[in-house]
């Protein structure tokens, strides 16, 4: 699936990276809590999250993440977009909460990266 | 800046306890020095993501700390000196879900005790020690030849 096509189906706003949105991802991951994100992250993973400082974006970098979608409308600060356009990692925002985002991608048939690594 | 296989690069980082809003700079130029020298990908990541977690712990823990990349064509070690409040009981705090963190660590999106485990379970060899009221080090060893590699 698409950056273009989960933008669309969760009806995200870009805040970087429009450039980026042919990209293809494979599997995606859900959390707020950094420490997991580096525990179970895998390269290429689409973060899905609530967190909004910079150190979502810093913990997407360290991972190789494709990029960030960002839930319930949140949006990261000045620092967290510069870092994001140093790196080149596609931001993106949607009004949908975590579950529902989640679930949407899921059920649309983007991976989690638990089944992604299991199936290795 | 490339590496022959004579050369040793070391540089030293200074990492500010507290400093939340710089929390993961260090580590996010080391992992561009680390791709600039031409690292495998799969050893960047996995340092990467130790040197991140060993940032935080001393800007979450400790008043100041020095980290030292250093590689010779065998490995790649981070040593890191911290001057804080060290930890009580290491084997505690190696087990995953053990923590001591505040509200203001946990907002950071860390603090979940998964730090010392996750340095350990992505390094060839880890070792740490620690003396309370004084600080903490850490040996965080990548192997780059193929002997010992994960």
Redesign the interface.
């Known amino acids: 699936m698409t950056l273009r096509e989960i933008k669309e189906l969760l009806q995200a706003e870009v805040i970087i990276g429009d450039e980026s949105l042919d990209v293809e991802i494979t599997f995606a991951g859900g959390s707020?809590?950094?420490?997991?994100?580096?525990?179970f992250g895998k390269?290429g993973i689409l973060l899905l999250?609530g967190?909004s400082?910079?150190?979502?974006v810093?913990?997407a970098?360290?991972?190789?993440a494709k990029a960030v979608v960002y839930v319930r409308g949140k949006k990261p600060d000045k620092?967290g977009i510069d870092?994001a356009r140093e790196?080149g990692i596609p931001l993106l925002s949607t009004k949908y909460m975590m579950y529902t985002a989640c679930g949407l991608l899921f059920s649309h048939g983007l991976s989690g990266v638990s089944d992604v690594s299991q199936k290795k | 800046m490339m590496m022959s296989s004579e050369v040793e690069f070391s540089q030293k980082f200074e990492i500010t306890g507290g400093d939340f809003s710089s929390a993961g700079r260090t580590s996010t130029s080391i992992k561009e020095i680390l791709k600039e020298i031409g690292i495998d990908s799969s050893i960047i990541i996995r340092a990467s993501i130790a040197s991140y977690e060993a940032e935080m712990n001393v800007v979450m823990y400790a008043k100041r700390g020095v980290l030292t990349l250093n590689i010779t064509p065998e490995k790649l070690r981070f040593k890191l000196e911290d001057e804080g409040s060290g930890i009580e009981n290491i084997e505690m705090a190696m087990q995953e879900g053990f923590s001591t963190a505040t509200d203001e660590m946990r907002e950071m999106g860390f603090g979940a005790g998964m730090g010392l485990p996750n340095i350990k379970k992505n390094a060839d060899k880890f070792e740490i020690s620690s003396t309370p009221g004084k600080g903490t080090s850490l040996d965080i060893i990548f192997c780059l030849d193929k002997t010992g590699k994960k």
Not at chain 1, 32 to 39: K, N, R
Not at chain 1, 53 to 56: E, F, G, H, L
């Open positions: 707020d809590l950094m420490s997991d994100v580096l525990a390269p999250t967190l400082n910079a150190q979502s810093r913990t970098n360290i991972i190789d620092m870092i790196n």
